[in-house]
C-alpha cells in the first residue's frame, strides 16, 4: 500500500508519518486493513526534524501549485493521501494570491492527479473551523459561511471534496480541525499560534506575548488527538459517511485566561508570569470568527474524542516534547 502526506514536512504530517510507521496498516480501497509499504512525505522544504531510517520512507520536496510535480507524486499505486499542504489563516489573510494558489489550487492538483490517476484512493483533506462565520455554538448542521479568506478557501476544498467523491474520482473524507495546541516548534504565521505560544514558550523559559482578550474562547485539540482523528477517518467506512464528507472534529473549549490558569497549575507562578498581554485587533478580529462550542454527532460516531482538559493537554506536551521537564 503507497500513502503520501503532503506537508510532510510539518508538525502534523511529520507525527502521522511516524504513527502509521510504527501501526504500519491503514484501510485499502476494498476496505480491508493493508500493510503500509511505502510512504511519501511531499513538501515545500527538507524536514527540519530527522525521520527514522526507514526503506518505506520516500522525502520528495517539490510545489504543491505544480501540477506536473503533484502528477509523478499520485500514481496509480497510490491508496491513501493525506492532504495538509497550506497557507495558513493569518499567512492567507496577509496574502490574498498565494493563499488562493495554494490552499485552492494545491487542493485541485492533488483532486485532479488523483482523478488521472484512476485508482480512485482515499483522500484526507484538512479542513478547519474556520470555515464557520461568528457563531458561538457550531454543530454538524451550521452553515458554512467563513469570515476569511483561509475559511473560504478551506470551505471550497470541502465542496471539492463532495463533488469529486461522488463523481467516483477519489474517496475523499475531510477533517475539520479545532485550533491545535500545544504545537512545538517555532512560531508560525497562523492567526491561532499565539494558543500555543502562550503555553509552549514559558515552559521553555521564554517570553510571550497573548493578542487577545483573556475572556476570548477557542476550541482546542492536543496534535495527538488530530493524528489519530486523522487515521480514524481514513478507516471511516464510505458509506457511514454518505454524501457529506465532512466531519467536524470535538475540542476543548477554555477561555485565555483559564489556559494560562491551568499553566500556572500546572508549572507555577514564574512560569505563567512570562505571558504578557498586547491586544492585537487584527488577531482578536479573527479569532472572534472561529466558533468557542462544537458538537460533532459525527465524529462521535466515529469514535473520535476530545482532551480531557487544558491540564493533560500542557501535560502531554512536556513529557512528549520537553523530557518530562520545563524551565523554571
Known amino acids: 500500500m503507497k500513502v503520501v502526506i503532503t506537508g510532510g514536512a510539518g508538525m502534523l504530517g511529520r507525527r502521522l508519518a511516524l504513527r502509521l510507521l510504527s501501526s504500519a496498516e491503514l484501510v485499502g480501497p476494498d476496505g480491508n486493513l493493508e500493510t503500509i509499504d511505502k510512504l511519501v512525505l511531499f513538501d515545500a522544504f527538507e524536514p527540519v526534524e530527522p525521520l527514522p531510517d526507514d526503506p518505506r520512507v520516500e522525502v520528495v520536496t517539490g510545489d504543491i501549485c505544480d501540477s506536473a510535480a503533484v502528477d509523478a507524486l ?7 493521501v493525506f492532504h495538509f499542504a497550506a497557507i495558513v489563516s493569518g499567512g492567507a489573510e496577509a496574502n490574498f494570491d498565494l493563499g488562493y494558489m495554494v490552499n485552492l489550487q494545491g487542493g485541485r492538483n492533488v483532486l485532479e492527479a488523483s482523478r488521472r490517476a ?48 461522488r463523481k467516483g474520482f477519489v474517496d475523499g473524507r475531510t477533517l475539520r480541525l479545532p485550533t491545535i495546541v500545544v504545537r512545538p516548534g517555532k512560531p508560525n504565521s497562523a492567526a491561532s499560534g499565539f494558543a ?82 498586547e491586544p492585537d485587533t487584527m488577531v482578536q478580529s479573527i ?6 462550542y462544537a458538537d460533532g454527532a459525527r465524529a462521535r460516531a466515529l469514535g473520535m474524542e476530545p482532551d480531557a482538559s487544558v491540564g493533560e493537554i500542557i501535560k502531554s506536551f512536556i513529557n512528549d516534547e520537553l523530557g518530562g521537564a520545563f524551565l523554571i
Open 287 to 292: 479569532v472572534d470568527a472561529w466558533p468557542w
Open 118 to 165: 484512476g485508482r480512485c484512493p482515499r483522500i484526507v483533506f484538512t479542513s478547519s473551523l474556520a470555515v464557520y462565520g461568528g457563531e458561538r455554538s457550531v454543530d454538524d448542521t451550521t452553515a458554512l459561511t467563513p469570515k476569511t479568506s483561509y475559511g473560504v478557501q478551506k470551505a471550497i476544498g470541502e465542496l471539492l471534496i463532495n463533488d469529486y467523491t
Open 196 to 277: 500555543s505560544s502562550i503555553l509552549r514558550e514559558p515552559l521553555q523559559g521564554n517570553a510571550a506575548v497573548n493578542p487577545v482578550n483573556r475572556d476570548t474562547r477557542m476550541l482546542i485539540l492536543s496534535p495527538g488527538r488530530a493524528v489519530q482523528g486523522f487515521i480514524d477517518i481514513h478507516n471511516a467506512d464510505s458509506d457511514m459517511l454518505g454524501s457529506n464528507r465532512a466531519v467536524m472534529m470535538n475540542g476543548i473549549s477554555p477561555s485565555i485566561g483559564e489556559m494560562l490558569d491551568a499553566l500556572r497549575g500546572c508549572a507555577g507562578d514564574a512560569v505563567a508570569d512570562r505571558v504578557r498581554d
Open 74 to 80: 499520485i500514481d496509480s499505486e497510490t491508496d491513501g
